[in-house]
């Protein structure tokens, strides 16, 4: 559901800031997130709430925690004043909430769903190993250098650890606060996309330099037009040696 607002974001970055359709889109949209989805509870948690029928439902999925990396990229490009002070808000609160979600179970790791009303509690208590959460540290953490990333990353590390380690991997868990109520599937994005950001959070900054590398939703680094050598137009490929050709 929010990917396509991030695919108009990061489209924008990955041809050089020239795809002005893009941007003028996500900035549409963004405004529209700001003005019917986003939420403060009453203990003060920034959340994006669903829009369902002709009401909104105080819920967040954990899938939508990567928005705080999304609006903190589109602050850190956007030259219009008022809109990168309140996207970074945004990041930054949203990502926040996020992290409460970690802290206040027994396992340390966040459940699928949240719920606000009220009060935050617990919707579906599942963790299925997402990565949503942690690639907004990650990209948070490149853009502010504020330490409070990292440190909430190495919690993630030291939860998975403790929870999630299995013989032959990783599994996810039925329930959040329940230790070890493993359910005996790692998902293919567990080391595509969680242990990838992960990794990327603790690494030095030109490793996948985000002025130079835009990821895809599913974490794949797209090299941006202009500032990367391994830029290449889709008109100067030769296409007789291509199979297939994602983008």
Sequence with gaps: RYSFYEYLIKEWLRTGKTDEQAKKMFDEAASGIEQMLLQTSSQGQTYLAEWKGSQLEHKMDHLACFAGGMFALAAANEMENTNRKQWMKMAEGITATCHRSYENTVTKLGPEVMRFDGTSRTFDSSYILRPETVESYFVLWRLTKNPKYREW???????????????????????????????????????????????????????????????NTEAHPLPIKGVNAFYRAYDTLDRSRILHLEL
Excluded: H, P
């Excluded at 993630?156 to 493993?182: D, F, H, P, W």
């Excluded at 359910?183 to 080391?191: A, G, K, R, T, W």
């Design 153 to 215: 990353g190495w919690k993630v590390v030291q939860a998975l650890e403790m929870n999630c380690k299995v013989e032959g991997g990783y599994s996810g868990i039925r329930n959040v606060n329940v230790k070890k109520s493993t359910d005996d599937v790692q998902q293919s994005y567990f080391l595509a996309e969680t242990l990838k950001y992960l990794y990327l959070l603790f690494s030095d900054d030109d490793l996948l330099d985000l002025k130079q590398w835009v990821f």
